[in-house]
């Protein structure tokens, strides 16, 4: 009876073995695939972090060949030091090390390697006090294949973790030996006696609450920020005083403006630290309807708020009655806005799509019910002969804006909505603004309905899809008709499941890694130019998703949308809006010497690897992203 006893319990102390011998495996695993990444960012790290894993390696075996006190005792020590360091350096932060006194973010790999230290030190404890106690006690089942197996793909998991992590440090600078160099220094606006318009914006938490509940960062305290307005040809001067817990920048989304006051953290400046103040200054060359908005750690900057209009009214033009602009962002989504209008007025409307929170990146489907319309202008560029028109979906994407001008009805309202479904609403629309009073206009029957299985967008309902490529009078577009190009670039766009660290806490590492040509951020390859040349960029979309590509410091003339080329008015855009399996070219000349962001606009795609770089020959910068300097442009 004794002996059966003893020897039941003898298979239970060796059901805990390989368990424990597999944990400090993994755990070794996870630590050998981080030290690389430490010893080029604090050599003392790596090294520690080598010596912990090659001493977990060679007790992970002695735990099964030579199970003793000694054994278990050490491998013990060792997870438990390891928790320990790991527990201060997430919590009060370590007193030596790269940010001494900061406390780290968590990350995946970091996790896992506890939860396996934590475990293996409830095995350990048991093996040393002899086996469980009782055997109702189930331990036997963590020494089970499927146990073993489990702990297995964890420990791929936390390598492949490891081993994908936020870069240290990369400097985006384009690398031509040999070549005079030019530094960020030098693009900078020169000084000229332009009428000059100042303003200051106060990044600030805000007691407004907006998605999940969570207060809103904003530019002097609302959402969206305060829209600027300025005329073309000023000179206009932002200072971004940041009292945010983080740092940050403003970029100026689809201007042409010297590089150097193009505000992405990481390339064209440092990001603006927590108490910090930086002052911008451009002359504002083209009219239109812009915007602007953080672009550090924009993936989390822009959803809590951190974005407004930039409005540029033209010299001459067209007067209006009323010229109005509406924010299209998922931040503030709760409340149409009410704009004021009397019939005959003549109105210009200006949408811009700021943000939306959509994995697959599906456009906005505005619809202006009520009146017919022109399309007069998309992402701040006039267009040729704009035709009026009915009730038509109009996609934007994310970064993309429309100029709609109408003239007001002898009764009745206008209204804009947007048809897309909402995520996690069964209401089909969301009702951005209403102009004028008295009958309001529904949407009804006519009005699409939409298929959840089926991906969204063009086809959706019964509604015509505005295309801008066959949209307007053609006219004649130097840039887009030029046949040859001094720099031509396909760039095809791909997903694939992946993991990819990010700088926050909130960040789920497992997502669909986005990628340029195979390549993500920061790893893939900029297109090089050289002042003066004509450039065209051909985007095949291999995705289900939509993407729209903006490009910084340019404007794109769209040559073809799947094949086809213009056959109405040019098409002047900074964010070329590619739908599922959709290839578009547009070409730009380079005029504007710097290093230039060239990404897809959905922050969340951005974020995983949608992203690349124009860059100009002999550009240097003395700027870095990764966590060395906390710049995260994406
Ligand atoms: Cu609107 Cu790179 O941004
Ligand atoms: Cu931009
Ligand atoms: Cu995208």
Redesign the pocket.
Known sequence: MIDRIRDARRRQRKGLLYPAAILTLGAAAIHFSVAPDHLEEFPAFGILFLVVGAVQLALAPLIVVLPGRRVFASAMAVAAACLLIWGLSRTVGLPVGPHPGQPEALGLADALTSAFEVLSLLFLLLLLRGSPPRSRRRWWLAGTVPAGLLLTIATVIGVVAGTNPLPYSVNMGSATPGKAIVTMADLHEPPGRQPEKDFTLTAQVAHIPIFGGREAWTYNGTVPGPELRVKQGDRLRVTLINHLPASTSIHWHGLRLPNAEDGVAGITEDAVPPGGQYTYEFVVKDPGTYWYHSHQDTENQVPLGLYGALVVEPVEGPAYDRDYTVLLGDANRTRPIQLDAKPGDLVRLRAISAFMEDMN?TPELLTLLGVQYRVIALDGHDLNGPTEMGVELLPAGTGQRYDLAFRMPASGQVRLFDVRPQTGSAEPARDWASLGEGARPELNAAMPVFDRSKPLGYVAGSLVTFDPTSYGIAAPDPVASRGRYDVSSDLF?TNQPGLRYGSHLDRIPLKLI?MFNGKSFPDTVPILVREGQYVRLRLVNQ?D?????HLHGHVFSVISRNGRPLTGSPVHLDSIL?GPHETWEGAFLADNPGLWMLH???L???AFG?STMVSYEGIATPYVIGSKSGNFPE
């Open positions: 990146g766009i986005h995705t998703e939509y993407h729209p590509i590619v897809c606009h959905v969340i795609h951005a949608l």
